[in-house]
């Protein structure tokens, strides 16, 4: 189960920190990753991180302003969201994947509830 937390309403320019705290998974044999679903629009890759922690990777358009982040003791992963933009507005997922699983929603076995992030202008 991933239990996604964090998000909220939030000026344009601001930060939130997104949680997602995993259980009844070994947590550290999984890839983990943030997909993103705005109104109308699919479910969109945003950031994954490896299973050790050690490598990341970031849709372009999130890339610098976005930090992902993981801590396998407690069975958490962080998405770390700074300059959010208004296009950033979206229901945040959190999902588990097999290690060297890809960025695609379909290559991911485990999905949180989601947590909506709304950024006004």
């Known amino acids: 189960q991933l239990q996604a937390s964090g998000g909220g309403l939030v000026q344009a320019g601001g930060s939130l920190r997104l949680s997602c705290a995993a259980s009844?998974?070994?947590?550290?044999?999984?890839?983990m990753g943030w997909f993103r679903q705005a109104p109308g629009k699919e479910r969109e890759f945003v950031a994954a991180?490896?299973?050790?922690?050690?490598?990341?990777h970031y849709a372009d358009s999130v890339k610098g302003r976005f930090t992902f982040s993981r801590n396998n003791a407690k069975n958490t992963v962080y998405l770390q969201m700074n300059s959010l933009k208004p296009e950033d507005t979206a229901v945040y997922y959190c999902?588990?994947?097999?290690?060297?699983?890809?960025?695609?929603?379909?290559?991911?076995?485990?999905w949180g509830q989601g947590t909506q992030v709304t950024v006004s202008s």
């Open positions: 991180v490896s299973w050790s922690g050690d490598n990341t």
């Open positions: 999902a588990a994947a097999l290690p060297g699983s890809g960025w695609a929603p379909d290559e991911y076995d485990y």
């Open positions: 009844g998974l070994t947590f550290d044999n999984y890839d």
